[in-house]
């Protein structure tokens, strides 16, 4: 089997405590550690950094629904062509809206993918974060708003575009790659 990163992945009893429990608890919670847990412990306090922003952005209340956070890593994940992001995103997206072919669609064209036209609204103006964020204006404001988001979701928005920019390239970098699991989860009913 090919390795999940170009960089050593360390042993998991090695890291510190709120780490290894960090770990566990994903474990307990998913049934398997995503590779990005243990590739990124490679640098336990870039880890540690990662996770706290990840929690913060994709866990707080927001006028975005959690398959809308996950649409945006998916759609934005897509344009900077991470692999890891894009299937293991996939899935959480899949599972969230109990839909298997919504990943697939948002990332290959989300223009053309059964969404809401709200919605697609949303990934426009991630992809424009994403591509060109020096670029935003006023008038990506006011149609967001026309919309019916709020100047805190459009802050959501950016950063998990801006988030994911960052996860992407990292996981470019070291070309970390997806656990198998995520390519079959969500694909079928339970």
């Known amino acids: 089997m090919a390795p999940i990163s170009r960089y050593p992945v360390p ?12 770990i566990k608890d994903v474990l307990e919670k998913a049934g398997f550690i995503p590779n990005v847990f243990l590739t990124l412990a490679h640098r336990p306090d870039e880890l540690r950094a990662f996770f706290a922003y990840h929690t913060a952005v994709m866990d707080r209340p927001s006028g975005l629904s959690k398959a809308e956070k996950e649409m945006i890593v998916v759609a934005t994940s897509a344009e900077n062509d991470c692999l890891y992001c894009v299937i293991a995103h996939g899935a959480i997206l899949r599972v969230y809206e109990k839909n298997a072919m ?27 974060v994403c591509h060109d ?32 920019g960052l996860s992407n390239r990292m996981a470019s970098l070291i070309s970390m790659r997806p656990n198998n699991e ?9």
Do not use: C
């Open 11 to 22: 042993d998991l009893s090695s890291l510190p405590d709120d780490l290894q429990q960090m």
């Open 102 to 128: 919504i990943a697939d669609q948002i990332a290959t064209n989300y223009r053309k993918a059964d969404i809401t036209d709200r919605q697609k609204v949303m990934l426009d103006f991630a992809v424009k």
């Open 133 to 164: 964020s020096a670029k935003v204006n006023d008038d990506d404001f006011a149609l967001m708003h026309e919309h019916g988001f709020s100047d805190d979701d459009i802050w959501d928005i950016g950063a998990i575009t801006a988030l994911f």
């Open 182 to 190: 995520f390519y079959a989860l969500g694909r079928t009913p339970r």
